[in-house]
């Protein structure tokens, strides 16, 4: 299997005597996690969020995905896009590290650091937390994160 590969398989369903096809993605690696491939997910997920592509990393939920994310609430594919399309709109050279904390079964915990400057050019460097919970799919369904930012200067940086 290719790393990070989506697969779509096809399941049968039967309505009023019509056969109908359903389709459901796959974002590998699945649950229940090894710690080799929690990692795998991990490293999957700081690759995406570093390519600043709200549509891509966007894959990696479901579509009707639950997201806290410091103090704002956001609900399904469409306001992840949203969000993220305006996070990296106003953290320019944005930079991630995600490290795995822990993991079982269908959930991950991660801990986190990025850094990025705001339109005035200030750097920061936020350090926070993440609880994932994935579907039997691959599909992340819950992330709970808790950010704090700290200002840094640009000698500071570290990614």
Same mark, same amino acid.
Request: net charge neutral; hydrophobic share 35%; no cysteine.
């Given at each position: 299997?290719?790393?990070?590969r ?5 399941? *049968?369903?039967?309505?009023e005597?019509t ?8 974002k590998? $690696?699945? *649950? ?5 491939? !929690? @990692?795998?997910?991990?490293?999957l997920?700081?690759?995406?969020? =570093? +390519?600043?592509d $709200?549509e /891509?990393? !966007? /894959?990696a939920?479901?579509?009707?995905t639950? %997201?806290?994310?410091r +103090?704002?609430?956001? =609900?399904?594919?469409k306001?992840?896009?949203?969000f993220l399309?305006?996070?990296?709109e106003?953290? /320019? ?10 993991? +079982?079964?269908?959930r991950?915990?991660v801990?986190?650091?990025y850094?990025? @400057? =705001?339109? @005035?050019?200030?750097?920061f460097?936020?350090?926070? =937390?993440?609880? %994932?919970?994935?579907?039997e799919?691959?599909?992340m369904?819950r992330r ?9 200067t640009e000698?500071?940086r570290?990614?």
């Amino acid at each position: 299997m290719q790393r990070g590969r989506s697969k779509f398989i096809y399941l *049968p369903f039967f309505l009023e005597q019509t056969t109908m096809k359903m389709i459901i993605e796959q974002k590998y $690696p699945l *649950p229940p996690f090894t710690e080799e491939t !929690a @990692q795998e997910k991990v490293q999957l997920a700081e690759d995406a969020w =570093n +390519s600043q592509d $709200p549509e /891509k990393v !966007a /894959k990696a939920y479901t579509m009707d995905t639950e %997201w806290r994310n410091r +103090s704002q609430f956001i =609900n399904g594919r469409k306001e992840v896009i949203a969000f993220l399309s305006d996070k990296w709109e106003k953290e /320019k050279n944005y930079k991630l590290k995600k490290e795995l904390w822990a993991f +079982s079964d269908n959930r991950i915990a991660v801990r986190f650091e990025y850094e990025y @400057q =705001n339109d @005035q050019g200030q750097w920061f460097r936020a350090y926070g =937390n993440e609880n %994932w919970e994935f579907n039997e799919h691959g599909l992340m369904q819950r992330r709970y994160a808790s950010i704090n930012d700290l200002q840094i200067t640009e000698t500071e940086r570290r990614l």
